[in-house]
């Protein structure tokens, strides 16, 4: 069963960095479209950013300038540098890869268990 990890949540200050990084624990066939999402507490989960497998991206506005979403094809990772962080963007952020796990499954979208990120003076 394909499992996506994620690591690198926690407590920073406004005008603070984090990264976030999500790697899957098994190999697979193929990785398509990697992204992250986040759930903020009476709110919709949103989609951050996503990348495709050629290096495509694509950022909500409110994160642009600020985000950088980069993947690792050969690890199966992808991973979220947020800088200028704003108390806004406090949530729970999700990683989610849509993929096939062997050359016979069908694609299908996997979520990572989701990492706090707090920000707060």
């Known amino acids: 069963q394909v499992q996506l990890v994620e690591s690198g949540g926690g407590l920073v200050q406004p005008g603070g960095s984090l990264r976030l990084s999500c790697a899957a624990s098994?190999?697979?066939?193929?990785?398509?479209?990697m992204a992250w999402y986040r759930q903020a507490p009476g709110k919709q989960r949103e989609l951050v950013a996503h990348?495709?497998?050629?290096?495509?991206?694509n950022y909500v506005d409110s994160v642009k300038g600020r985000f950088t979403i980069s993947r690792d094809n050969a690890k199966n990772t992808v991973n979220l540098q947020m800088n200028a962080l704003k108390p806004e963007d406090t949530a729970v952020y999700y990683c989610?890869?849509?993929?096939?796990?062997?050359?016979?499954?069908?694609?299908?979208?996997?979520w990572g268990q989701g990492t706090q990120v707090t920000v707060s003076s």
């Open positions: 098994e190999s697979i066939f193929e990785i398509y479209v």
């Open positions: 990348i495709t497998s050629g290096g495509n991206t």
């Open positions: 989610s890869a849509d993929l096939k796990s062997t050359i016979r499954a069908p694609i299908r979208r996997y």
